[in-house]
């Protein structure tokens, strides 16, 4: 039995908007302006942060479209490098990133709806919201990939909605004289760089597309184009609302504020602002669990397909097709991280990890198009253009922010690695149970 194939090029688009828009977007615009001080510089940045992300899709892509494998990136790294490489990938998607952004997600979802809902917020009632919305999600992606994709599409539309209103409303909203505006000096290509980096950490998101696959109709044409639609969706979104907030606020106001889309709220609605804003982050974060929910188990169940991994994950579910076990244990994980509250501190250690793995698919691609050219394979229509300078401009800009963190956090990176590391042995493991049964001993 196989998963079954029933998301179009739509689904993928947003499921790559879901897996972008968390709640860095309601932060991060005040750090850039900060740091840049110029409206054209911090338009430019956000423009250019969409640009190098819309490069790492179209990356994917033409590796989607040169192999349509399930489980996206994690197949890439398996068949481009070595089946440990693309486990410990799964690995730390497991029981750090996915599950430990799931569980970050829920529980900032529970402190922005429970004002919302006038509920109180101490920790114990923040708990039970948070663990509801893991169940909840769970629950609808065990009903197989078009119960989950339609609720993470539900999710995205009113998201996408309510972002469209806020920049209508932002753009009537009192706002900074133009003249101060068109006033303000042009940064250092320093600077430049240094606000780059919060800007392409709230463009990370986009591989998860990847992961569904298997379930995509016309794979080789439909994943190409919605994680490019995607990212597009995502870049047109951040430079509106970057260009209303500058409108709204001013440079000045807009680098004061660490909560710039509040503050316009509140010059437009008054004290009801607090609650309309906290609703929208609501659904936003509220949409990022969804997704995380959705995709992140299709590559345990690969790994388990693989017999990488306990057999019981390639088990999908006979009236359903969802890989049920895989994403119970996801369930499971995300909710005793949720109860530890310990992911924070793990998610910051593998931050730079994130642009470890995409670095590496650029890589895999340049092996993977060297192979195919070796064997005559018919070439996909879908290709990066300008390879194999565009290729290795992203290639090279995601090694250094690797490098960049290394330098900057040598110690929690080094510890992000290592975490990431303690996946070799379990794989050791696996690899040793699945040559023993090839050769008959197990």
């Not at 920049?167 to 303000?184: C, F, N, R, S, T």
């Amino acid at each position: 039995m196989n998963l079954r194939r029933r998301l179009g090029t739509l689904d993928v688009a947003l499921v790559t908007i879901g897996g972008i828009i968390g709640s860095g977007i309601f932060r991060t615009p005040s750090v850039v302006a900060r740091d840049l001080g110029s409206p054209l510089a911090i338009l430019g940045a956000w423009i250019l942060g969409g640009a190098i992300s819309l490069l790492g899709a179209l990356v994917l892509g033409e590796l989607a479209a040169r192999r349509p494998l399930d489980g996206g990136l994690y197949a890439y790294l398996r068949d481009a490098f070595h089946p440990a490489l693309a486990f410990v990938f799964g690995w730390m998607l497991l029981f750090i990133a996915m599950s430990g952004g799931a569980a970050s997600a829920a529980i900032a979802f529970a402190g922005y709806a429970a004002p919302v809902f006038g509920i109180s917020s101490t920790p114990t009632v923040l708990g039970v919201f948070a663990i509801a919305a893991v169940l909840l999600f769970t629950a609808i992606n065990a009903l197989g990939v078009r119960a989950g994709a339609n609720a993470q599409n539900g999710f995205m539309f009113a998201k996408i909605l309510a972002f469209a209103l806020f920049i209508v409303i932002a753009l009537v909203a009192p706002h900074a004289p133009v003249a101060a505006l068109a006033a303000a000096p042009q940064p250092s290509l320093g600077l430049l760089g240094v606000a780059m980096l919060p800007v392409l950490f709230s463009y990370l998101g986009w591989g998860p597309g990847t992961y569904v696959s298997a379930e995509i109709r016309d794979p080789v044409r439909s994943l190409p184009r919605g994680l490019a639609l995607g990212v597009l969706g995502v870049t047109a979104i951040y430079v509106a609302i970057n260009a209303v907030l500058i409108h709204a606020l001013g440079i000045a106001g807009l680098a004061a504020t660490t909560t710039p889309i509040a503050d316009v709220a509140r010059v437009a609605f008054g004290p009801v602002a607090q609650r309309i804003v906290g609703a929208v982050v609501a659904l936003s974060l509220l949409g990022f669990v969804s997704n995380q929910l959705l995709t992140a188990p299709r590559v345990y169940y690969q790994m388990g397909v693989d017999g990488l991994f306990f057999r019981a994950f390639a088990k999908l579910d006979p009236r359903t097709g969802a890989p049920i076990v895989a994403i119970l244990v996801q369930a499971v994980i995300v909710v005793a991280l949720t109860l530890s509250r310990s992911y924070d501190q793990l998610l910051n250690y593998i931050t730079s990890a994130d642009f470890l793995f995409l670095m590496l698919a650029g890589v895999a691609l340049f092996i993977i198009r060297a192979r195919d050219e070796r064997s005559g394979a018919r070439e996909p229509r879908m290709k990066v253009p300008l390879h194999p300078y565009s290729t290795a401009l992203f290639t090279a800009i995601a090694f250094a922010i690797v490098a960049g963190a290394l330098y900057k956090a040598p110690g929690d990176t080094l510890i992000g690695w290592g975490i990431i590391a303690t996946g070799l042995p379990v794989y050791a493991i696996f690899a040793a149970r699945k040559r023993a049964s090839e050769r008959g001993i197990g």
